[in-house]
């Protein structure tokens, strides 16, 4: 039997190695990111919302020096995960550049604004909440399908890395975004996090079911201790109560369900990433990372530059890579470079159960 090689598995042996040899399969393994405002690549370009960054100064440090959607000044941290694994930068998959051979690439589906639950982020209208960013992943094997063949395609999605970041704006723009909203009438905190942790297993479990395999599960920074919170609710710039009781809850939980998700799986799909420690580091010692300072946004205005949105007519910092905060929320790339260098390397403080590298290494050996 082995050595009956029939013709057409000859041909078949001899076209894969000719389109591995071509490199129609992506040298790098394919990269999907989900999520929100924090890794969203600019989806939101393409959609009628007011959550989004496709206006200077946004992008002022970026290569083209162009607002691309991303919440940074130059590179956000799917950006600095393609480079560490030596991937092209993912494309929105709204852009129409994200055609035939750029989709073996990967995608990014993630939205500014979004969160967990569907009424997250309710005031920016047209996002793409997390259902959606599903149902385009299944879109998107569809159409990779066609292009390489069906197993092929299953392939590229079992072996890729995924990256999804969820959370935060189910407490900054849901639970507390207004005095009374609804969620803080049905649920006291302690009862709402389990409440969103619960609908966050069903996304994981989905993320599965459509193939993937290796997916880092960023928990929320330090939500309290951001420029805007600071703005609206800090006497002496410490960091908001509310909103640091939140992360508190949240972050300990989501480590939970991962570990429970693994078990149940019987490997290590989902690999915690405590965000909230990394930024602790630079936000507690920002001297020694080399801030001048963790609390002023480089681009805002009001009280520690957190006040409203970041716009042309803004108070815009000189040197960016002096601040750990580019806007009243988001990172600068400098900031998200200390990031994505303990993914790849940081203890299991950072990372758990094993970093990026020790993920790389083994996964290429299989
Ligand atoms: C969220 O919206 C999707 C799509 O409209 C729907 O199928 C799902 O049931 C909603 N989830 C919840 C928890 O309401
Ligand atoms: C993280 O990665 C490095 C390799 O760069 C490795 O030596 C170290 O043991 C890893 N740490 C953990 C906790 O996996």
């Given at each position: 039997m082995a050595l009956a090689l029939s013709m057409p598995v000859v041909f078949t042996l001899i076209i894969q190695v000719v389109v591995a040899s071509l490199g129609l399969r992506a040298e790098a393994r394919a990269f999907f990111v989900f999520g929100d405002s924090l890794v969203d690549n600019g989806n939101n370009n393409y959609l009628a919302t007011t959550a989004r960054a496709d206006a200077p100064p946004y992008g002022i440090d970026s290569p083209s020096h162009r607002a691309s959607g991303r919440f940074s000044n130059g590179l956000n941290i799917p950006d600095l995960i393609s480079e560490r694994i030596g991937a092209e930068t993912t494309l929105p998959y709204l852009s129409p550049e994200l055609q035939g051979e750029k989709l073996l690439v990967g995608a990014n589906f993630a939205s500014a604004g979004i969160g967990i639950l569907n009424d997250t982020g309710v005031q920016f209208v047209n996002i793409i909440r997390m259902p959606f960013q599903l149902r385009y992943f299944e879109q998107y094997q569809q159409r990779v399908s066609a292009?390489?063949?069906?197993?092929?395609?299953?392939?590229?999605?079992?072996?890729?890395?995924?990256?999804?970041?969820?959370?935060?704006?189910?407490?900054?723009?849901?639970?507390?975004?207004?005095?009374?909203?609804?969620?803080?009438?049905?649920?006291?905190?302690?009862?709402?996090?389990?409440?969103?942790?619960?609908?966050?297993?069903?996304?994981?479990?989905?993320?599965y079911e459509l193939g993937a395999r290796r997916v880092l599960v960023t928990g929320?920074?330090?939500?309290?201790?951001?420029?805007?919170?600071?703005?609206?609710?800090?006497?002496?710039?410490?960091?908001?109560?509310?909103?640091?009781?939140?992360?508190?809850?949240?972050?300990?939980?989501?480590?939970?369900?991962?570990?429970?998700?693994?078990?149940?799986?019987?490997?290590?799909?989902?690999?915690?990433?405590?965000?909230?420690?990394?930024?602790?580091?630079?936000?507690?010692?920002?001297?020694?990372?080399?801030?001048?300072?963790?609390?002023?946004?480089?681009?805002?205005?009001?009280?520690?530059?957190?006040?409203?949105?970041?716009?042309?007519?803004?108070?815009?910092?000189?040197?960016?890579?002096?601040?750990?905060?580019?806007?009243?929320?988001?990172?600068?790339?400098?900031?998200?470079?200390?990031?994505?260098?303990?993914?790849?390397?940081?203890?299991?403080?950072?990372?758990?159960?094993?970093?990026?590298?020790?993920?790389?290494?083994?996964?290429?050996?299989?």
């Open positions: 292009l390489i063949g069906e197993e092929q395609a299953k392939r590229l999605v079992r072996e890729a890395l995924v990256l999804i970041t969820l959370g935060g704006n189910d407490f900054v723009n849901n639970y507390f975004l207004v005095p009374l909203s609804a969620r803080s009438r049905q649920y006291t905190l302690p009862n709402y996090v389990p409440f969103i942790i619960s609908e966050y297993r069903k996304i994981l479990e989905r993320l929320t920074g330090p939500l309290g201790c951001v420029p805007a919170e600071l703005a609206q609710r800090s006497v002496n710039g410490e960091c908001a109560a509310p909103l640091q009781q939140a992360s508190a809850l949240f972050n300990p939980q989501l480590v939970q369900l991962l570990n429970q998700l693994n078990t149940e799986i019987g490997d290590h799909v989902f690999i915690a990433v405590n965000t909230n420690e990394m930024n602790l580091d630079f936000i507690n010692n920002p001297q020694q990372y080399g801030f001048v300072t963790s609390k002023i946004a480089c681009c805002g205005q009001g009280r520690y530059n957190g006040i409203g949105l970041c716009t042309r007519l803004s108070n815009l910092c000189e040197n960016r890579d002096l601040y750990a905060f580019w806007d009243p929320f988001h990172p600068t790339e400098k900031a998200n470079r200390l990031i994505v260098q303990q993914m790849m390397i940081g203890p299991e403080k950072y990372m758990s159960p094993m970093n990026l590298s020790m993920i790389m290494a083994m996964d290429s050996k299989v």
